[in-house]
């Protein structure tokens, strides 16, 4: 099992552009989450996929965005890119059904923003 | 609303010494709590985690953590640190009625020296 897996590594865009981030969630599981971790800070939950759906969503502006395949396997797209933007894009992949199924988190995206 | 608050950003201990890592969170009702651990270009990794029950949890790699509601909250321990214990280190807290979301601490980084 290769667990939850992210591309790509690293990122350079330019402030204006878009980015795809790509994650492919543990097998079995059907959830997954996208976290911004800024450089000296903990992970801040972006949103929620579920079922091909976003299920609950943080505090991020709509230039966030997401999608999940019937695979399971997930986007993130950033619209507008901002300097702002530059952080590590973890995602975690679950089971539905709570904060008690344990996140299993990927290595990550590093996306600086230029 | 849930938040979390690691008041060392940085701790150094020797070799074999012990480790208390400090986390204090705020949510009404009773919580789930983790404690994760990510190393350089690394996911975080989950090393423990409770729900209800006993307030003294064990994890992986020998940590421990205890749950005291009085106080709010859930510090991480170890008893003898190795060199590969450095890493930065992440208290969350989730809750039933916000699904997966995760809310997470500032991190405290550990270094241990030789």
């Known amino acids: 099992d290769a667990g939850v897996t992210q591309s790509p590594t690293h990122l350079i865009k330019t402030r204006g552009q878009q980015v795809t981030l790509r994650c492919s969630p543990k097998s079995g599981h059907d959830t997954v989450s996208w976290y911004q971790q800024a450089l000296g800070q903990g992970p801040q939950f972006i949103f929620q996929?579920?079922?091909?759906?976003?299920?609950q969503r943080g505090n991020f502006p709509d230039r966030f965005s997401g999608h999940q395949f019937p695979n399971y396997s997930s986007e993130l797209n950033v619209n507008a890119l901002l300097l702002g933007d530059s952080a590590l894009y973890l995602c975690a992949s679950s089971i539905a059904g709570g904060p008690y199924n344990e996140q299993f988190f990927g290595p990550g995206t590093r996306l600086t923003v230029l | 609303a849930q938040s979390v608050t690691q008041p060392d950003i940085h701790i150094t201990v020797s070799e074999g010494a012990s480790l208390e890592l400090r986390c204090n969170y705020s949510?009404?009702?009773?919580?789930?709590l983790f404690w994760y651990v990510q190393s350089p270009g690394q996911g975080l990794q989950l090393l423990l985690k409770?729900?209800?029950?006993?307030?003294l949890v064990q994890g992986i790699k020998g940590f421990e953590a205890e749950f005291k509601r009085s106080q709010s909250s859930f510090n991480l321990r170890k008893p003898s640190v190795h060199w590969s214990d450095a890493a930065e280190y992440f208290c969350a807290v989730g809750a039933r009625e916000y699904g997966n979301k995760l809310v997470f601490g500032a991190g405290t980084i550990l270094r241990v020296k030789s």
């Open positions: 996929y579920y079922e091909e759906e976003e299920r």
């Open positions: 949510y009404g009702a009773t919580p789930y």
């Open positions: 409770y729900f209800s029950g006993d307030t």
